[in-house]
């Protein structure tokens, strides 16, 4: 809490053993100040800093004058923590920005509304050729294939009902898109539906990959284990 004193003398005339020595009061009635005060600064649960008020002449404090300052001292306080909780927003913001960036595979937001691309991050270029501002402007026919967009547009309303009650369920699809040059990429996406707290609106939310490679090569051994399997041939 709060200290004051309009006659600081009082203070100075306590006996040695009784005397505040370790108190930084003492340095300014000392120097002459007969009315002083000393305000913390709280934010939160934390002291953070003093308001320190001294005047030489004498009952230059009233407890309404007091409690003025106390509510200078909590705004200073409130303005403080938004200022650090904004500082560690802005930290934790980079930190996405910068995983998102140089992340090999695919990240993205979906407003499941409007049926766009709301985010993308850059790395969209190496999957299918186009960069992510020209990515946000096209369509979901324009990037998915008719066959991965009718699954999609099958699928999510029932997914969008069983998130609303309350299921957190985190989906894997396999999804064909269309690079830039035409050439069909199936991608592994990783997905979950959730409610955007700032908007209210629902997106979904997650993680794409290119697995044409692996699908080949799955393919391949599928091919090879039937023809095994068909063999006469021990």
Not at 44 to 55: A, E, K, M, P, S
Not at 64 to 72: N, R, T
Not at 162 to 175: S, V
Request: glycine content about 6%; charged content about 25%; hydrophobic content about 35%.
């Amino acid at each position: 809490g709060s200290f004051w004193t309009n006659q600081s003398s009082e203070i100075k005339d306590l006996k040695p053993n009784e005397e505040p020595i370790p108190y930084p009061i003492n340095n300014c009635i000392y120097s002459g100040y007969v009315s002083v005060a000393l305000i913390p600064i709280h934010s939160g649960n934390d002291i953070i800093g003093l308001l320190q008020l001294n005047d030489k002449r004498s009952n230059m404090f009233e407890m309404d004058l007091i409690e003025f300052f106390e509510d200078i001292g909590n705004t200073i306080g409130i303005a403080y923590k938004r200022m650090l909780q904004g500082k560690m927003i802005s930290e934790s913001e980079e930190n996405y920005r910068l995983i998102a960036e140089y992340a090999t595979d695919v990240i993205w937001v979906l407003d499941i509304e409007t049926q766009t691309f709301r985010y993308v991050s850059p790395s969209i270029e190496h999957l299918i050729g186009f960069t992510d501002k020209e990515f946000i402007k096209r369509s979901l026919s324009q990037i998915f294939t008719t066959e991965s967009l009718k699954f999609i547009q099958q699928e999510f309303p029932s997914r969008i009902k069983r998130m609303l009650d309350g299921d957190a369920k985190i989906y894997t699809d396999e999804i064909k898109v269309v690079h830039k040059d035409g050439r069909i990429i199936i991608t592994e996406i990783h997905h979950q539906l959730i409610t955007n707290p700032y908007t209210g609106r629902i997106e979904g939310t997650g993680v794409m990959r290119d697995i044409t490679e692996r699908k080949k090569v799955q393919d391949k051994l599928l091919t090879l284990t039937k023809a095994l399997e068909q063999s006469p041939v021990a």
